[in-house]
C-alpha cells in the first residue's frame, strides 16, 4: 500500500534559519505530493503541491520538489520566522482514487525569536 | 477561493448522548467530502469517504453504525458520533474535494474538538 514518512519532530530553530523537513514516500503508478500546514487548533491549510516528477511546488517561501529517482519531496525554506511555528504535513494523492490521501504522521516546527 | 466550515468548533456531551458535526463547502460543490479522526500530536485517520446521495464508504476499523455520515447535498456532508464514550473524544476534521475531470484538490475545514464526559 502507500505510505509516507516524515522526519520525526519536534523541529526547533531559530528565527532566520534554514530549514528542512523530510518526506519520503512509497507509491506506484505517480502520485500528486502536497505539504500541509496546520496551526493551532485549526485544520489543515494547502502549503504547496507537485502534480509529477521534477515539479517544484512553492509559496510563502516555502518549497518542495518532487523527485521520483528518491521518492522524496522535502520541504525546504530559506529562512523561518515564528509565525511558522506549526505542524507539516506530507501527504499523497491519485487523482484516480478521487483525492483520497494518505498522510505522513506530520512534523512540529517550533521557530524561538 | 474555497471555504470549508464545520459546526460547532468544539463541542462537550455527557457520555451515552450523540453529537452531529456539520461541514459544509460554501463557496462551491462538493460531491465527496472526507472525515478525519486526529488524537493530539497525531496524524490524521481517514474514517470515512462521503458521497452526495450514496452511502459513505469507512475505512477498516471505523463503526458505521457508531459514525453516522450523511453527505444530503452537494455543500454539507454531517458526521452523527452516536452512544458516545470518553474515547471518543477526539479532533475531527472533514474536507471537501473541489474539482473535476480527474484532477482534484482537497479543502479542509477548521476542525471539531469533541470532549466527552
Known amino acids: 500500500g502507500n505510505s509516507v514518512t516524515q522526519m520525526e519532530g519536534p523541529v526547533t530553530l531559530s528565527e532566520e534559519a534554514f530549514l528542512t523537513i523530510n518526506c519520503t514516500y512509497t507509491?506506484?503508478?505517480?502520485?500528486?505530493l502536497f505539504w500541509y500546514v496546520q496551526y493551532p487548533g485549526e485544520g489543515l491549510q494547502l502549503l504547496l503541491k507537485?502534480?509529477?516528477?521534477?515539479d517544484k511546488g512553492s509559496n510563502k517561501g516555502f518549497e518542495a520538489t518532487y523527485r521520483k529517482e528518491t521518492t522524496s519531496f522535502h520541504l525546504e525554506k530559506g529562512s523561518v520566522q515564528v509565525s511558522d511555528s506549526a505542524v507539516y504535513f506530507c501527504?499523497?494523492?491519485?487523482?484516480?482514487?478521487?483525492?483520497?490521501?494518505?498522510f505522513g504522521d506530520g512534523t512540529t516546527l517550533t521557530v524561538k525569536p | 477561493g474555497a471555504v470549508v466550515s464545520q459546526h460547532p468548533s468544539w463541542v462537550i456531551c455527557k457520555s451515552g448522548t450523540s453529537v452531529k458535526i456539520e461541514c459544509r463547502s460554501l463557496?462551491?460543490?462538493?460531491?465527496?467530502m472526507f472525515w478525519y479522526r486526529q488524537f493530539p500530536k497525531q496524524s490524521l485517520m481517514l474514517m470515512a469517504t462521503?458521497?452526495?446521495?450514496?452511502?459513505?464508504?469507512?475505512e477498516q476499523g471505523v463503526e458505521k453504525d457508531k459514525f453516522l455520515i450523511n453527505h444530503a447535498s452537494l455543500t454539507l456532508s454531517t458526521l452523527t458520533v452516536t452512544s458516545a464514550h470518553p474515547e471518543d473524544s477526539s479532533f475531527y476534521i472533514c474536507?471537501?474535494?473541489?474539482?473535476?475531470?480527474?484532477?482534484?484538490?482537497?479543502?479542509f475545514g477548521p476542525g471539531t474538538r469533541l470532549t466527552v464526559t
Open positions: 507509491a506506484t503508478g505517480y502520485p500528486s
Open positions: 474536507s471537501a474535494l473541489k474539482g473535476g475531470q480527474g484532477t482534484y484538490e482537497q479543502y
Open positions: 462521503s458521497n452526495e446521495g450514496s452511502k459513505a464508504t469507512y
Open positions: 507537485a502534480t509529477k516528477a521534477d
Open positions: 463557496d462551491f460543490q462538493a460531491t465527496t
Open positions: 501527504a499523497l494523492s491519485y487523482n484516480t482514487n478521487a483525492g483520497k490521501s494518505t
